[in-house]
């Protein structure tokens, strides 16, 4: 199985700090990319797609390095609650119905 | 907007008892996904359907069985639950296309087996 990793944290920030993480992963083929951001205790969520060019949405940005293989999320003056676990996830296939590829998370505390 | 169901949100059950795990999704998508999420591991894929009737294996199926018989609904079966089978269980969808297929997932059930 292709291989998504992520520092699993916690990354402890205050609020209105700026943080960034990063994911690296290992298939070289792969062809989109995506943040997720599960809270405690809930499903995971889409936050954003990442394009090769970067994308950015109010106080996050998303970054595709295609040629070191990670992509990358920013969170700018953070909020307490952008508290949860930020799953990066890979698709391998092109759209294919079993070609995602979840990282285990990076857990994120902002704390007051 | 797009809303997936699970038939419960906590579950507990027995060694050896059968146990059926529903999920329905509303939008018409083709493809559904069973996933356990436990500490440490994080989101693994259990089977997987990409149309009625169809299923596959996904990176752990074993001890696990699945059930497509309408388009919206798709069933996971632990014949035989275990201990080892306590987990957080999530059903997801997506629609088939490509090359952005964002998985919509339902609330989870947890299931404690004793």
């Known amino acids: 199985r292709k291989e998504v990793e992520q520092d699993p944290g916690p990354f402890n920030v205050p609020e209105g700090a700026t943080v960034a993480f990063n994911c690296t992963y290992s298939?070289?083929?792969?062809?989109?990319f995506f943040w997720y951001r599960q809270d405690c205790r809930k499903e995971p969520k889409l936050l954003m797609s990442?394009?090769?060019s970067g994308n950015e949405d109010g106080r996050f940005t998303a970054q595709l390095n295609r040629a070191s293989q990670y992509i990358s999320l920013l969170i700018r003056d953070s909020k307490l609650s952008d508290s949860a676990t930020y799953l990066c996830?890979?698709?391998?296939?092109?759209?294919?119905?079993?070609?995602?590829?979840f990282g285990k998370g990076t857990h994120l505390i902002i704390q007051p | 907007d797009v809303k997936v169901t699970q038939s419960s949100r906590y579950l507990v059950k027995r060694t050896g008892e059968k146990v059926f795990l529903e999920c329905v999704q509303d939008?018409?998508?083709?493809?559904m996904f069973w996933y356990r999420q436990d500490p440490g591991l994080g989101l693994r894929l259990i089977y997987f359907?990409?149309?009625?009737?169809?299923?596959e294996k996904g990176d752990i199926p074993e001890g696990y069985s699945v059930s497509r018989e309408k388009k919206e609904r798709f069933s996971l079966i632990l014949e035989s639950a275990s201990t080892n089978q306590t987990s957080m269980y999530l059903c997801?969808?997506?629609?088939?296309?490509?090359?952005?297929?964002?998985?919509?997932f339902g609330p989870g059930t947890r299931l404690t087996v004793l």
């Open positions: 997801a969808s997506s629609p088939r296309l490509a090359p952005y297929n964002e998985q919509f």
């Open positions: 359907s990409y149309d009625v009737k169809m299923k």
């Open positions: 939008m018409d998508h083709e493809n």
């Open positions: 990442v394009y090769s």
């Open positions: 298939n070289s083929a792969s062809q989109s």
């Open positions: 996830v890979v698709n391998d296939s092109g759209g294919g119905a079993d070609g995602l590829t």
